[in-house]
């Protein structure tokens, strides 16, 4: 079972950026798509970005297309999000996740959570 560690939330203004790492120990993490979702508290978890395995496909919710890009360093067993232009609604914690080969955009799809990120953005 793959272990994550999120890192690098923090408190910024709107319009900044900020980049979000997530760390994978354990497991062969090349058998993993990754995938970054968020939540503020009365919400469900919302899908932010996924990528495969070989960073080959990615995909994107509809709220941060154009602004966020995923991105993963196999050789450092680590998943990337790299946020422009930060919005208020952005903020929430963030959590990074892993399943096995294929994409998927369902949090439930997901087998293995990291603990979370705090991103708070003011304006």
């Known amino acids: 079972q793959v272990r994550l560690m999120e890192s690098g939330g923090g408190l910024v203004h709107a319009g900044d950026s900020l980049k979000l790492s997530c760390a994978a120990t354990?497991?062969?993490?090349?058998?993993?798509?990754m995938g970054w979702f968020r939540q503020v508290p009365g919400k469900e978890r919302e899908f932010v970005a996924t990528?495969?395995?070989?960073?080959?496909?990615?995909y994107y919710g509809d709220s941060v297309k154009g602004r966020f890009t995923i991105s993963r360093d196999n050789a450092a067993n680590s998943v990337y999000l790299q946020m422009n232009g930060l919005k208020r609604e952005d903020s929430a914690v963030y959590y990074c996740?892993?399943?096995?080969?294929?994409?998927?955009?369902?949090?439930?799809?997901?087998?293995?959570w990291g603990q979370g990120t705090h991103v708070t953005v003011s304006s």
């Open positions: 996740a892993a399943r096995k080969l294929m994409t998927a955009q369902r949090p439930d799809a997901y087998d293995s």
């Open positions: 354990g497991g062969t993490f090349t058998t993993y798509a």
């Open positions: 990528i495969s395995p070989y960073s080959g496909t990615t």
